[in-house]
């Protein structure tokens, strides 16, 4: 198959939040999707056979879905001063794609609400996110 890793990015993209429909919640006037990233792997192992993904293919998609929260939640820990940058490049590079995960990750944060919620934070989680992908694409 002569499909790019950009194009499975880009893929990505359109379904990591594929599993958010079964997990939303509605509280304090926000709405929260714990263990969409789960819930999307697991309809991604359902789906992308049927689409003619290679084995290879559909490893990398689920596992780009299934943990697209990793870096996320860890810069955003970081951001707060619960855990060290380490920890977050630790985590990040942990993953099988950790390079994808955490530029996935950064595109996520950046197309979300954090910005807007809480400035302080989003800027620190940027930082995170800059300082990690500097260090991994050394």
Partial sequence: DDTT????????????????????????G??????????GEEKLRLILPRLRFTAAQIHFLVTMVGKHLT???AAKAAGE????????LNRAAASP???????HGYAD??????RKLNPPLF????????????????
């Fill in 81 to 88: 001063g619960k855990i060290s940058q380490q920890d977050v």
């Fill in 71 to 73: 870096v996320i939640d």
């Fill in 123 to 138: 800027a620190a989680m940027e930082k995170s996110f800059r300082d990690v992908l500097t260090a991994l694409l050394k």
């Fill in 30 to 39: 926000r709405d929260y999707c714990p263990g969409h990233d789960k819930a």
């Fill in 5 to 28: 890793k950009e194009e499975l990015l880009r893929f990505c993209a359109l379904v990591h939040d594929i599993g958010k429909k079964e997990t939303i919640r509605h509280e304090n």
């Fill in 109 to 114: 944060m950046l197309g979300g609400h954090s």
């Fill in 97 to 103: 794609y950790p390079e994808e995960l955490t530029l």
